[in-house]
C-alpha cells in the first residue's frame, strides 16, 4: 500500500482579528484531521471535514489515470479554526490526517497569522487568469523569488478552466493546477527556443490568505452525468430560461412543489458555482454570499463583485455558436442555443448586487480606510479582445423568410448599456475608489480616470489574446457599436513608468501582451504604491525587471 499524501497543503482563509481558517484536501475521509500550532506545536484545532459534492473527471483529464467517460472522483475537504491569535504575531503551524487504516500523514510547517491590523504594512499580489496557463507556475515563483513572503492574495477570478473537473485544482499532469502553482508544488516544464526550464510556482497561499472574485471559468453550465466536462462548462443557460424550462416539467419534476427541489432544478439547468464556492472560505455579505463581500484587509478595504458573462467564440461562421449569434443547425432547437455572452449576475440599479454595492461604499468600513480597492473579473477599460462587445444582456434578433420560418438569430450589445460603465464605474468615481482591478484578456494594461482612480488588469501568465492598437483589429462585425481597437471606453492606456517594453521601431508599449513574458504585480500598503514587474521567460536566467509603478491616492495621477 502506498503511504498516505495529502492532496494539497494546508492554505489560509477568512482570518479574523485573533482567528484563521486552515483548509487542505485528501483523497481519503479519514478518522482525525488537525492542525497544530504555536512554537512549541502545543496548540490543536481539530478540522471539521466534508466531501466535495461535484469533482468529476472524464476523457478530457490531463492524468496519468485515464478516464473514459465522465467519474465522480472522491475528494474531502478539512477546515479548521485556529483561534487565540494575537494580531501582529506569525506563528508555526502544521496539519495531519490520519487514514481510516489508522496511517497519518504530516504536511511540512508553515506560518499563520490573525487578520492585519490598520497600519501594519502589507504586500499584496495582485493576480487573475491562472487557468493552468503555461507561465503560471513561473509568474508564481518570480512572485515569492523578487518579493518573499506575501500578506494577501487578491484573485480577480479564472481560478482554473472547467470548475468541476478536479484536476485543474489539485493535479493535472502537466504540472500546473491551481494549488500546486500557489503552494510551490508544480512541476511544469516550460519550453522556449529548445531550452526546457521546471517551474514550481511559489509557496504563497500556506502563509497568506487568498480572497477572490468569480470569473467566467468558476462559472459551470447545465449538469449531466455523461456530456463531457467541457460541453457542459459552456451549456449555460439565463436563469429566465431555466425558469420557463420549469414551468414545463414542474408537475412531474417536483410533484411536491418543495422550494429547495426547485431551487436546485435551476441550479443545474442554467448555472452555478457550486465547486468554487465549496473550495473557498471567502467573506460573505447577506445578499450575495461569497459571490460578493467586502473585506478589510490591514489598510486596504477590498470591496469584491460578481462581474462576468459566460464566454462565447468570436467565430461569424455558420457553424459557430457564438456572442453575435447561434449556429445555423440549432435555429430550430432552442435547447440548443447559447443566447449569445449572457450575464450571470445583475448589476444594474435596483438588483440586489446594486442594492448591496451602494451600501457598502457608504459603509464606515470604507470611509474609513486608507486604501479602497473594488475587484472583479471583467474589464471596463481594456486593450484586450475580451472588452467588446459591451458589458450589457444580449438583444436577440430572430430573422424569419417570407414564410416565417427562421433563417438566423444575432445577438446585439447596445454600447450605451454597458452596465460597467454606465452603473459601476460611476459609482466607484463618487466614493472615491483608489484602484479597481480585474482580468479576463490576459494581459497587463492599466488606466486612469480623470479624477484619479486607477484601472490594472494584470492577467498575463501564457494565453494572452493580444492587445488591439495600430493594425491589430478585434474579431468583432463591421459595425460602429463595436471597437475594433483600442480602449472601446475611452480611457487612454498609460505607459508604463519605468520600464516599458517597445516596438520595433523603439516606442514604448503601453501593454504586455505576450506568450513569453509573463507580469505579476503587488500592492505595498507601507508605501501605497502598486509596483509590476515582468520576467522573460526565453531567458530563464534573466532578472525580473520593474516595469511599472505608480501610488495609490487621488492627489497621484501617473
Not at 178 to 201: C, H, I, M
Not at 251 to 278: C, K, M, Q, V
Not at 344 to 367: D, K, M, N
Not at 436 to 456: D, E, K
Request: negative net charge.
Amino acid at each position: 500500500m502506498l503511504p498516505p499524501t495529502l492532496l494539497t497543503d494546508p492554505f489560509l482563509q477568512l482570518p479574523a482579528s485573533t482567528s484563521v481558517r486552515v483548509v487542505w484536501f485528501t483523497e481519503f475521509v479519514g478518522m482525525q484531521h488537525t492542525v497544530s500550532y504555536g512554537e512549541a506545536g502545543d496548540r490543536t484545532a481539530v478540522a471539521h471535514t466534508v466531501q466535495l459534492s461535484r469533482t468529476r473527471e472524464d476523457a478530457d483529464s490531463n492524468l496519468t489515470t485515464r478516464y473514459t467517460q465522465v467519474t465522480p472522483r472522491p475528494i474531502w475537504r478539512h477546515e479548521a479554526e485556529v483561534t487565540g491569535l494575537v494580531p501582529g504575531d506569525r506563528l508555526p503551524y502544521w496539519v495531519t490526517s490520519v487514514r481510516e487504516d489508522g496511517a497519518s500523514v504530516t504536511s511540512q510547517t508553515f506560518t499563520l497569522a490573525a487578520a492585519p491590523s490598520p497600519g501594519q504594512p502589507l504586500k499584496i499580489l495582485l493576480t487573475s487568469d491562472h487557468q493552468l496557463k503555461p507561465m503560471a507556475a513561473a509568474n508564481l515563483q518570480k512572485v515569492v523569488e523578487t518579493i518573499g513572503q506575501v500578506d494577501a492574495v487578491f484573485f480577480a477570478g479564472d481560478l482554473v478552466n472547467v470548475p468541476d473537473r478536479a484536476s485543474e485544482w489539485f493535479d493535472d499532469a502537466a504540472g500546473g493546477a491551481f494549488f500546486p502553482v500557489l503552494q510551490g508544488r508544480a512541476s511544469y516544464d516550460l519550453e522556449k527556443n529548445g531550452v526546457t526550464t521546471r517551474y514550481r510556482g511559489g509557496a504563497v497561499i500556506q502563509h497568506a490568505p487568498l480572497y477572490a472574485a468569480i470569473g467566467n471559468h468558476e462559472v459551470m453550465g447545465r449538469f449531466s452525468s455523461i456530456a463531457r466536462l467541457n460541453d457542459q462548462f459552456y451549456n449555460t443557460a439565463p436563469r429566465a430560461i431555466a425558469e420557463q424550462q420549469y414551468r414545463d416539467v414542474a408537475r412531474y419534476a417536483n410533484p411536491t412543489h418543495d422550494p429547495n427541489a426547485y431551487l436546485a432544478w435551476i441550479h443545474d439547468y442554467s448555472f452555478n458555482t457550486g465547486t468554487y464556492e465549496e473550495i473557498l472560505t471567502l467573506p460573505q455579505s447577506q445578499s450575495g454570499g461569497k459571490r460578493y463581500y467586502a473585506v478589510t484587509v490591514g489598510d486596504v478595504h477590498l470591496i469584491t463583485l460578481y462581474i462576468t458573462n459566460v464566454w462565447r467564440s468570436y467565430q461569424q461562421t455558420p457553424d459557430a455558436k457564438g456572442k453575435w449569434q447561434e449556429r445555423q443547425q440549432d435555429l430550430h432547437n432552442p435547447d440548443n442555443w447559447g443566447y449569445g455572452q449572457h450575464l450571470f449576475e445583475a448589476i444594474t440599479p435596483g438588483s440586489a448586487q446594486h442594492t448591496w454595492l451602494v451600501q457598502a461604499l457608504q459603509s464606515e468600513a470604507f470611509q474609513q480606510a486608507k486604501y479602497t480597492v473594488v475587484m472583479f473579473h471583467h474589464p471596463p477599460h481594456s486593450l484586450g479582445e475580451n472588452s467588446v462587445p459591451a458589458y450589457t444582456d444580449p438583444v436577440q434578433q430572430i430573422d424569419r423568410d417570407d414564410l416565417g420560418r427562421v433563417t438566423a438569430i444575432r445577438y446585439h450589445y447596445p454600447k450605451a448599456n454597458d452596465y460597467i460603465l454606465r452603473d459601476v464605474v460611476p459609482l466607484l468615481e463618487q466614493a472615491g475608489v483608489d484602484l479597481v482591478l480585474y482580468g479576463h484578456s490576459h494581459l497587463w494594461n492599466r488606466f486612469t480616470s480623470p479624477t484619479g482612480m486607477h484601472f490594472l488588469e494584470t492577467s498575463n501568465v501564457g494565453n494572452s489574446y493580444g492587445a488591439y492598437l495600430g493594425n491589430c483589429r478585434r474579431h468583432v462585425p463591421d459595425d460602429p457599436n463595436y471597437a475594433a481597437i483600442g480602449n472601446p471606453n475611452g480611457l487612454p492606456p498609460q505607459i508604463p513608468t519605468v520600464a516599458p517594453l517597445r516596438d520595433k521601431a523603439g516606442q514604448p508599449l503601453p501593454y504586455i501582451a505576450s506568450n513569453d513574458i509573463t507580469v505579476f504585480s503587488v500592492l505595498d500598503t507601507a508605501t501605497g504604491q502598486v509596483c509590476s514587474y515582468y520576467f522573460d521567460t526565453r531567458l530563464p536566467e534573466s532578472e525580473v525587471v520593474l516595469c511599472d509603478r505608480f501610488s495609490l491616492g487621488r492627489s497621484s495621477i501617473a
